[in-house]
């Protein structure tokens, strides 16, 4: 019944490995999103995809690159973790990215990476 | 881009009433959304602006003035379990990115 979903909901591991966040949606909606909320609880936006195409891509380091394999999956997957790129992050999606109303984002539980 | 700035933290009394207040700078205006997130779990929306006035939704009362950018969001019959961080967020024009301000955190006592 969850609506969107992340795995793993914790992860912990050494610098410099490279992990994996994986994200569903089974609310068939279009557009989906990974947010990173840091320690001081600031929400930012790092990507969007609509119909696994990416559509924002904000400045975020190289070393995350996204992957849509459709579009009710939205993958992050992050190499050579540095301290800094622990955080919470969370999944979203919305109906449609591209088109007024009030298409709300709905968040996933959210996934806490610690780099040690 | 939008700057968005509200309180960082608020306290009130068991059934008393709060307002959050959200200033926005943007260069292209597409909506307003206040969001709740309690400790530990995802943001949940709670509201969504995007024409002048107030929208209300039981307890929880949104308004907006696009003109001077800004918009609030009233709690009224304060719980226990409102105490949580408040979002406000803004959504862009031209690519409908939402921007978060940082949140305000309200604790209710009581």
């Known amino acids: 019944d969850t609506a969107v979903s992340q795995t793993p909901k914790y992860l912990v591991t050494q610098m410099g490995n490279d992990k994996s966040i994986k994200c569903e949606q089974n609310?068939?909606?279009?557009?989906m999103y990974w947010y990173k909320q840091d320690s001081k609880k600031f929400l930012k936006i790092m990507f969007s995809?609509?119909?696994?195409?990416?559509?924002i891509n904000e400045t975020v380091p190289n070393r995350f690159s996204p992957k849509s394999p459709d579009k009710a999956h939205l993958n992050l997957h992050i190499n050579s973790l540095e301290l800094g790129d622990s955080a919470v992050y969370f999944c979203a999606s919305s109906q449609d990215g591209l088109a007024g109303v009030d298409n709300e984002q709905f968040f996933g539980p959210g996934t806490r990476l610690t780099v040690l | 881009g939008q700057n968005i700035d509200q309180p960082t933290e608020m306290t009130a009394t068991e059934g008393a009433i709060v307002q959050i207040n959200c200033t926005y700078q943007t260069s292209g205006f597409n909506g307003l959304f206040w969001y709740q997130q309690h400790a530990g779990e995802a943001p949940t929306f709670l509201s969504y602006?995007?024409?002048?006035g107030l929208e209300e939704k039981g307890r929880f009362s949104s308004f907006l003035s696009r003109s001077k950018g800004y918009s609030y969001l009233l709690l009224k019959e304060l719980q226990m379990k409102d105490s949580a961080s408040y979002l406000c967020a803004v959504r862009d024009l031209s690519d409908y990115k939402l921007s978060f301000g940082a949140g305000t955190t309200v604790t209710v006592r009581a």
């Open positions: 609310l068939g909606h279009d557009t």
């Open positions: 995809y609509n119909n696994k195409e990416l559509i």
């Open positions: 602006n995007v024409l002048d």
